[in-house]
């Protein structure tokens, strides 16, 4: 009954308008209508639009009922398939399955995790000095000696050379207990690993025969720890800063992400910036940090080792690992340390992004590392961007800069900060972000999580 009185309705307003309007015009052009005009413009005409009225009606409710029918064939075909119709994609990951570190402030991720919280400051070394006799603030491992350990580093070695290279080896060797727990299983246990890629990132300035000799020595322990010689592909790059670190980081992720992800990749850096020469070089290029110059670099040294793998590379995995979702990057519209006022959009943005495409809440995050080191410009962009996208989590206190601790170590201070992010997952059963910020105008995040809570 509805129906119809709506319908009646239509007609009626319908055939009342074309009346008026007719009635109307023959009266301003003083028309006397004949017989004909009276049929079709006060019958004809109000019959034609409501037909054509009625045939849209028509189309809207059949191609109405098309959709909804072809959204329930989906529905069903969906539930036949052990689906639901509101899954969302599986998000992008690796397995960071270890870490191991050397760093001023400690050798194991953890113990620089702790140190991190209490904002180590930078420290004056005695042994490096400005050309006037003063010392210079540097951060040195003290642990390692080159001239002690001559003997476990290849004979080959140039001088420059054999530092960095004795804190790889001691970051590798760190790694070794990890590295036998996924070495190739001689019963052909289809879950075991195929092949160990390792991409060493080496400073640009190391001589690429010393570069070879570090990566030798790593394949002859790696032969001790289970991993054949033929089933491991390295790779000797020569690495400026963290630009560096972060494309061996995305490369490894693509690798990871394709069909026959059987394969572990193995990145490591180091880095050692604490010579004389370099110290001479920074101060006639007004590069290092001072009263003249608190935006200068902090003479470092560090190295680091990670192991990644496939998101599922076992059922029970012989360690702790974390996950590794996908990196995004943004670049500032300027330097950083050019600006006169520091704007955080680009980072902010980023990180907003990152977060959404882990899948992870923003209030799961427990924690934010990142690779700036002590230059206030960029810590000061880092928090304006964490003050804004997270709420429950202290801009400072919160956020982790792991380049204070290390100084200035190109490439592999990214790396240690992996390794920190790794072992904060763990230790705080929380997720945590990575932000690599230590370039002047490139930014990277991604998010780290723990597979227990993914």
């Known amino acids: 009954m509805a129906t119809v009185l709506r319908a009646a309705g239509l007609a009626a307003l319908v055939i009342a308008l074309v009346w008026a309007m007719v009635i109307v015009a023959w009266q301003q052009s003083n028309h006397s209508p004949t017989q004909s005009d009276l049929l079709v413009y006060l019958v004809l005409v109000p019959t034609a639009l409501l037909a054509a009225i009625a045939s849209i009606r028509a189309v809207v409710r059949w191609n109405t009922?098309?959709?909804?029918?072809?959204?329930?064939?989906?529905?069903?075909?969906?539930?036949?398939?052990?689906?639901?119709?509101?899954?969302?994609?599986?998000?992008?990951?690796?397995?960071?399955?270890?870490?191991?570190i050397v760093s001023p402030l400690g050798d194991e991720p953890k113990t620089l995790l702790d140190a991190l919280a209490e904002s180590p400051a930078p420290k004056l070394d005695e042994q490096l000095q400005r050309d006037d006799g003063s010392p210079i603030f540097a951060a040195r491992v003290a642990t390692v000696d080159e001239h002690a350990d001559a003997h476990a580093l290849p004979a080959t070695l140039s001088n420059d050379a054999k530092r960095p290279t004795a804190l790889g080896l001691r970051a590798f060797d760190g790694l070794a207990k990890t590295l036998a727990a996924y070495a190739p299983n001689p019963?052909?246990?289809?879950?075991?690993?195929?092949?160990?890629?390792?991409?060493?990132?080496?400073?640009?300035?190391?001589?690429?025969?010393?570069?070879?000799?570090?990566?030798?020595?790593?394949?002859?322990?790696?032969?001790?720890?289970?991993?054949?010689?033929?089933?491991?592909?390295?790779?000797?790059?020569?690495?400026?800063?963290?630009?560096?670190?972060?494309?061996?980081?995305?490369?490894?992720?693509?690798?990871?992400?394709?069909?026959?992800?059987?394969?572990?990749?193995l990145i490591g850096a180091c880095d050692s910036f604490i010579t004389n020469a370099c110290?001479?070089?920074?101060?006639?290029?007004?590069?290092?940090?001072?009263?003249?110059?608190?935006?200068?670099?902090?003479?470092?040294?560090?190295?680091?080792?990670?192991?990644?793998?496939?998101?599922?590379?076992?059922?029970?995995?012989?360690?702790?690992?974390?996950?590794?979702?996908?990196?995004?990057?943004?670049?500032?519209?300027?330097?950083?340390?050019?600006?006169?006022?520091?704007?955080?959009a680009e980072l902010s943005t980023l990180i907003e992004k990152t977060v959404a495409d882990s899948g992870e809440a923003p209030a799961k995050l427990g924690l934010v590392v990142t690779d700036i080191d002590h230059r206030p410009a960029a810590n000061a962009e880092l928090a304006q961007a964490v003050g804004e996208?997270?709420?429950?989590?202290?801009?400072?206190?919160?956020?982790?800069?792991?380049?204070?601790?290390?100084?200035?170590?190109?490439?592999?201070?990214?790396?240690?900060?992996?390794?920190?992010a790794h072992a904060a997952v763990l230790e705080r059963q929380a997720s945590v972000l990575f932000v690599s910020a230590q370039g002047a105008i490139e930014r990277t995040a991604f998010v780290v999580t723990n597979p227990i809570r993914s």
Not at 67 to 93: C, H, I, L, V, Y
Not at 200 to 216: G, I, K, P
Not at 304 to 316: D, F, H, Q, S, V
Request: proline letters at 7%; one cysteine or more.
């Open 279 to 344: 110290v001479e070089t920074l101060q006639r290029d007004r590069r290092l940090f001072g009263d003249d110059c608190p935006a200068g670099l902090i003479p470092g040294e560090a190295a680091a080792a990670i192991l990644l793998g496939p998101a599922a590379l076992l059922e029970n995995p012989p360690a702790p690992y974390v996950f590794v979702h996908q990196p995004f990057n943004a670049q500032r519209e300027q330097a950083i340390d050019d600006v006169k006022r520091v704007t955080a």
């Open 187 to 265: 019963s052909g246990n289809t879950s075991s690993p195929t092949r160990l890629r390792i991409t060493w990132l080496f400073n640009e300035e190391v001589l690429s025969a010393d570069c070879d000799a570090l990566l030798r020595t790593l394949v002859a322990r790696l032969k001790t720890l289970g991993w054949p010689a033929e089933q491991v592909v390295h790779t000797g790059l020569p690495a400026r800063d963290a630009r560096d670190a972060i494309t061996a980081i995305e490369q490894a992720f693509v690798a990871l992400q394709k069909d026959t992800p059987r394969d572990l990749h």
């Open 65 to 100: 009922k098309r959709a909804e029918a072809k959204e329930a064939a989906r529905a069903d075909a969906t539930k036949q398939n052990g689906e639901t119709t509101d899954a969302t994609p599986a998000p992008k990951r690796i397995a960071l399955l270890g870490a191991s």
């Open 389 to 420: 996208r997270f709420e429950h989590l202290d801009p400072v206190a919160d956020a982790f800069s792991v380049g204070r601790a290390t100084g200035h170590a190109g490439a592999a201070t990214t790396l240690v900060t992996l390794a920190v």
